[in-house]
């Protein structure tokens, strides 16, 4: 989900861009193919890295070895 200040920017884009003349964009048009190609090849790449980050950031830690070799049962993390 999008923070709130970017959720009223998107809100609010349209409207930006309905004030705009029709003719202050010179060249504007729809994009080449090989352009638009490569904007969903990267935009692909982009999220496996964030993904392959997260996965990376988010997987469980070795355990340490007991120093005393007792069993903790009421005690996180101990055993």
């Given at each position: 989900?999008?923070?709130?200040?970017h959720?009223l920017?998107?809100?609010?884009?349209?409207?930006a861009?309905?004030?705009?003349?029709?003719g202050?964009?010179?060249?504007?048009?729809?994009?080449?193919?090989?352009?638009?190609a490569?904007?969903?090849?990267?935009?692909?790449?982009?999220?496996?890295?964030?993904v392959?980050v997260?996965?990376?950031?988010?997987?469980?830690?070795?355990?340490?070895?007991?120093?005393?070799?007792?069993?903790?049962i009421?005690?996180?993390?101990?055993?």
């Amino acid at each position: 989900m999008t923070p709130p200040g970017h959720l009223l920017l998107l809100l609010l884009l349209p409207v930006a861009a309905s004030q705009t003349p029709a003719g202050s964009c010179s060249g504007c048009g729809p994009l080449s193919l090989p352009l638009l190609a490569g904007l969903v090849v990267a935009d692909a790449v982009l999220s496996l890295l964030i993904v392959g980050v997260v996965f990376v950031c988010m997987r469980p830690h070795s355990r340490p070895a007991q120093e005393d070799g007792r069993i903790y049962i009421n005690m996180p993390g101990r055993g």
